[in-house]
């Protein structure tokens, strides 16, 4: 066991810029590092022994996150448990400070309460709103989200609120965990 496996999920591709980037800083700090679709670790599987640190991160979809995300933290709980371990969101509403908290944001509160995992690494991150690429009721939806907490809503309107500093923080968190490394 000497590698960090990122196991993530992503609709539109941004949560795998994030994983991407926490790679890339974990690489920097000297740790090893894969990131792996959840299709692939669910369908294919992969070898657990290869890693001492594995994270599971995915986007809020309709205020949850995905059934496959969860049944992987389901059914491999006490893997999950015998590693350094952890996991991280993405949603819009944490664009505002607050809602960036593990404390202030429901939706990762929610997940907390109606599982017994606790991972050992946590943390929120503010998504990205990109009305061009996405279809016409999933705007809709996030329109609607964005009109109730004060934010964009023109059909043009591409923003990555997502903090890179926090993600690449994160990252060395991960290999401050997996190593003891100051
Ligand atoms: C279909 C859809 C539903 C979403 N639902 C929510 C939601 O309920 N709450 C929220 O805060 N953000 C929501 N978002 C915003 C995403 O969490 C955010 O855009 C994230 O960056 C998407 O990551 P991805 O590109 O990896 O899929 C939604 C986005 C989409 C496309």
């Known amino acids: 066991m000497s590698g960090t496996l990122i196991v993530y999920q992503s609709r539109g591709g941004h949560t795998s810029r994030v994983t991407r980037r926490l790679m890339e800083t974990l ?33 809020v979809l309709y205020g949850d996150f995905d059934k496959r995300i969860k049944a992987f933290i389901a059914e491999n709980q ?15 509403v944490a664009r505002n400070p607050v809602k960036a908290t593990v404390e202030g944001n429901r939706y990762i509160q929610k997940f907390l309460a109606e599982q017994t995992w606790k991972p050992q690494n946590l ?57 003891g490394d100051e």
Not at 78 to 92: I, M, P, W
Request: aromatic share 12%; proline share 3%.
């Open 27 to 59: 690489h920097a700090a000297g740790s090893a590092c894969e990131m792996m679709d959840i299709v692939e670790a669910q369908q294919e599987g992969f070898d657990w022994d290869k890693y001492d640190t594995v994270i599971v991160g995915c986007p």
């Open 123 to 179: 943390k929120v991150f503010a998504g990205k709103v990109d009305y061009p690429s996405w279809g016409f009721f999933d705007s809709l939806s996030i329109k609607l989200i964005m009109k109730m907490t004060k934010g964009p809503t023109a059909s043009d309107t591409v923003i990555d609120y997502t903090d890179w500093n926090e993600v690449e923080a994160f990252g060395l968190q991960i290999h401050q965990a997996r190593t």
């Open 78 to 92: 006490d893997k999950l448990e015998a590693r350094t371990n952890g996991f991280f969101c993405l949603s819009v």
